[in-house]
């Protein structure tokens, strides 16, 4: 079982940046890749990054690639998402979600994740 804490969100600017974080719970977080989900109101929950149990593979979704860097730090069972130069289109919840799987393949769609997070509300205003 795994419990997963996101924070980080918040109001920011068109063109700023925020840094999210997940904390997880549980002693093998490093067997788990994770990832980082979107839903705004009324649409499905979107694929954002994803990144393998080492670090060494990430996936990004078009929408948000070459503006935001996924990491993890596995001694601190956290996985962070850095997003930067956001745009009013980017304003969801974004949720943090973890994948039993240790493999160089990561996992971009949201039925492959086993465990997830309650949300942390990112806002970009114009």
């Known amino acids: 079982q795994v419990q997963l804490v996101e924070s980080g969100g918040g109001l920011v600017q068109a063109g700023g940046s925020l840094r999210l974080s997940c904390a997880a719970s549980?002693?093998?977080?490093?067997?788990?890749?994770m990832g980082w989900f979107r839903q705004a109101p009324g649409k499905e929950r979107d694929f954002v990054a994803a990144i393998n149990w080492s670090g060494g593979t990430t996936a990004y979704a078009d929408s948000v690639k070459g503006r935001s860097t996924i990491s993890r730090d596995n001694a601190k069972n956290t996985v962070y998402l850095q997003m930067n130069s956001l745009k009013p289109e980017d304003t969801s919840v974004y949720y943090c979600?973890?994948?039993?799987?240790?493999?160089?393949?990561?996992?971009?769609?949201?039925?492959?994740?086993?465990?997830w997070g309650q949300g942390t509300q990112v806002t970009v205003s114009s």
């Open positions: 549980g002693r093998t977080f490093s067997s788990y890749t």
């Open positions: 979600a973890a994948a039993f799987k240790r493999s160089t393949v990561v996992v971009t769609t949201s039925w492959g994740y086993d465990y």
